[in-house]
């Protein structure tokens, strides 16, 4: 009898291992569910009805009244017109829209900060290839570069030949401009444009652009102007054609745009500019005047003025432009601000069209800002508000 004894507790020890071997290879039976208890949400209507009214809204609006309303301007210290009076989001301080510089023209959208507190805000920087992607510089090779200067230089001099002296000072020829020798000073000088645009939130365009529903380019015809417009030589022609295949190569020229407190952004010769020498196109988005009466851009330059009123053209540099957008006109109703004026605004017949062009009027040392006349001989803006 030992033996089957032995052999029924074998078999209830193997049977008790297997019994182990599956327990341990199995998964642990969940006695509890896995997803939690939904609770009963209770009723919208319900929970409005037992909600408590709060007044805690119009306690902060009428404390926020009580706060300004003693608010002033704090270049006139005069609390009226207080729908032209601009808090700034950072020191909390009024100013008027027209008392202010720069002048707000508009009121903001988002926050504004005043002149001090603007003044120390970070410009954002751009690299060297963002610069040549940003402008769309066409780089060439360095022999090609010194055949183009080289065969410009002999142009000039042919032309200088040309006629005699007493004719070249009185048709005064445009001169092209001079870049910085220094490639890299060349780059920093675009930056700083760059910045400003981006700033501004305008497209770099180095030509007038006709957008569909605004004008189109057959309504810019020198012919339509009313007694007749300055038709650009052909000398002048090849100068202003150089300047545009320089800008393209990133010859730009020796400017930069600085931001000031009081002015906003300006521009600044970062080199010697002789006299009559062209600094740049007014550029930007071409619009009939009559679409453009009750804009408050205070950038618009007049481009045609036709026989029909309605056929007027303006220049509107508000989402395209270039350096041109941000050198500074003079208050031309005071002796101080006339002296100032360094550049001029020239309308031209160039092959036909009407261009913008801004010339050096004198010698302009390094350091210098640009200044011109907005109004040139048509008086139709105000100025009195220029610095």
Excluded at 88 to 101: A, E, I, L, P
Aim: a positive charge; hydrophobic letters at 30%.
């Amino acid at each position: 009898m030992a033996p089957a004894a032995t052999s029924t507790s074998s078999a209830a020890a193997a049977s008790r291992r297997m019994i182990g071997s599956r327990r341990q290879t199995e998964s642990p039976r969940r006695r509890t569910s896995p997803y939690p208890r939904l609770k009963k949400m209770k009723p919208m209507a319900e929970i409005m009805a037992r909600a408590k009214h709060a007044e805690v809204v119009e306690d902060e609006e009428g404390d926020e009244e009580e706060e300004y309303k003693d608010l002033s301007c704090q270049q006139c210290g005069s609390g009226d017109r207080d729908d032209e009076l601009l808090l700034c989001d950072k020191c909390d301080k009024g100013f008027h829209m027209k008392c202010v510089r720069p002048i707000v023209v508009r009121v903001p959208i988002g926050k504004w900060l005043c002149p001090n507190c603007s003044s120390n805000r970070r410009v954002r920087s751009f690299s060297q290839r963002k610069i040549i992607d940003f402008f769309r510089i066409r780089k060439c090779n360095y022999g090609e570069e010194k055949c183009a200067s080289s065969s410009s230089q002999d142009a000039r001099k042919h032309r200088r030949r040309s006629g005699s002296l007493v004719l070249q000072k009185k048709r005064r020829k445009l001169l092209p401009f001079t870049p910085s020798e220094d490639p890299a000073q060349r780059l920093k000088q675009m930056g700083t444009l760059a910045s400003a645009l981006s700033a501004m939130q305008i497209e770099f365009s180095d030509d007038l652009t006709y957008i569909p529903g605004m004008t189109p380019r057959s309504a810019n015809q020198a012919k339509f102007e009313t007694g007749g417009m300055q038709v650009l030589s052909k000398e002048d022609t090849e100068t202003f054609e150089q300047c545009r295949a320089m800008c393209k190569r990133g010859e730009c020229p020796p400017l930069v745009v600085v931001f000031d407190s009081c002015e906003g952004y300006t521009v600044e010769a970062d080199g010697q500019i002789k006299d009559m020498t062209f600094i740049t196109e007014y550029t930007g988005d071409v619009d009939y005047i009559k679409n453009r009466e009750h804009d408050d851009c205070d950038s618009m330059m007049t481009l045609l003025l036709a026989t029909n009123p309605s056929k007027s053209l303006v220049i509107c540099p508000d989402e395209r432009g270039n350096i041109a957008r941000f050198i500074n006109g003079i208050n031309n109703h005071n002796p101080e601000g006339r002296k100032k004026q360094n550049c001029k605004c020239v309308r031209y017949n160039v092959n036909g069209e009407c261009r913008v062009l801004l010339v050096a009027t004198r010698d302009i040392a390094k350091g210098e800002r640009l200044y011109y006349d907005y109004n040139g001989y048509e008086h139709e803006y105000p100025t009195h508000h220029f610095i």
